[in-house]
């Protein structure tokens, strides 16, 4: 009668060893520390290629901006990669292309284009406020052509306007180059304007710059630099309206 009870208790000792050596023993299917770097190593470079895809697919759109963009973040999260090698060879290149790109977009923002009724006539403008002043104290160049009154070119600021006996000279640089300007009040003489008296010259000049600086004085007898950054003006949008020239 006594031994069933010891026979069970071996049983039971000997079902619990192997549950315990079972609980401490590895488990055959995860991976070894190296099957887990491999593992790794090869997702990594699985993206690695998706995003190399995405780079040349950009490049054969010529979108240069998302491409520099995709090439950048292969280059820094993928350094040792054949992708990142690869990149590499183009992306400066790339890089210079979308840098030149959104300059050239901001450029562009700084002009506004305008058709409109004025005074009996019809104008169209093309005009960007100075970089230098700005905000409430900046001035407007002005490219205008009237039904009526012909090309014209002038300053808008704030203000008493400017001062100007007759034809006065405005000491100008055109991206650093000496530009000297000759320049008229508006024969009203109410409104804070000057006019650049030689249009046609002017506008050839701005064509071909990025950069324009002025020497004014105001009424008042401030002496004011004015800086305008010219360079993405656009002809075909400033639109003739036809009578004179």
């Known amino acids: 009668m006594t031994r069933t009870p010891f026979r069970h208790a071996l049983v039971a000792t000997a079902a619990c060893g192997w549950l315990l050596l079972a609980a401490c023993s ?111 104290r900046s001035v407007r160049l002005v490219l205008r052509r009237h039904t009526q009154w012909g090309q014209s070119v002038f300053l808008f600021g704030t203000g008493h306007g400017f001062a100007c006996k007759g034809n006065c000279t405005i000491t100008a640089q055109f991206d650093g180059k000496p530009h000297p300007l000759r320049a008229f009040l508006p024969t009203t003489g109410s409104e804070p304007a000057i006019f650049i008296r030689d249009d046609k ?32 003006f656009d002809a075909s949008k400033w639109q003739p309206v036809g009578g004179k020239k």
């Open 26 to 136: 590895p488990d055959q299917n995860s991976p070894s520390p190296e099957d887990a770097a491999k593992a790794q190593a090869q997702q990594m470079t699985q993206e690695a290629n998706r995003e190399l895809e995405t780079y040349q697919q950009a490049l054969q759109a010529k979108n240069d901006e998302l491409a520099a963009q995709i090439g950048e973040t292969i280059v820094k999260q993928f350094p040792a990669s054949d992708a990142a090698k690869q990149v590499q060879q183009s992306l400066p290149e790339v890089a210079q292309r979308a840098k030149e790109s959104a300059e050239k977009r901001r450029l562009e923002a700084n002009w506004s284009y305008q058709v409109g009724p004025m005074e009996g006539g019809t104008q169209s403008t093309a005009s960007l406020y100075s970089t230098r002043p700005s905000g409430d």
């Open 201 to 232: 010259p002017f506008i050839t000049a701005l064509e071909k710059t990025r950069r324009i600086s002025m020497n004014v004085t105001t009424r008042d007898g401030d002496q004011q630099e004015l800086v305008f950054e010219v360079g993405g």
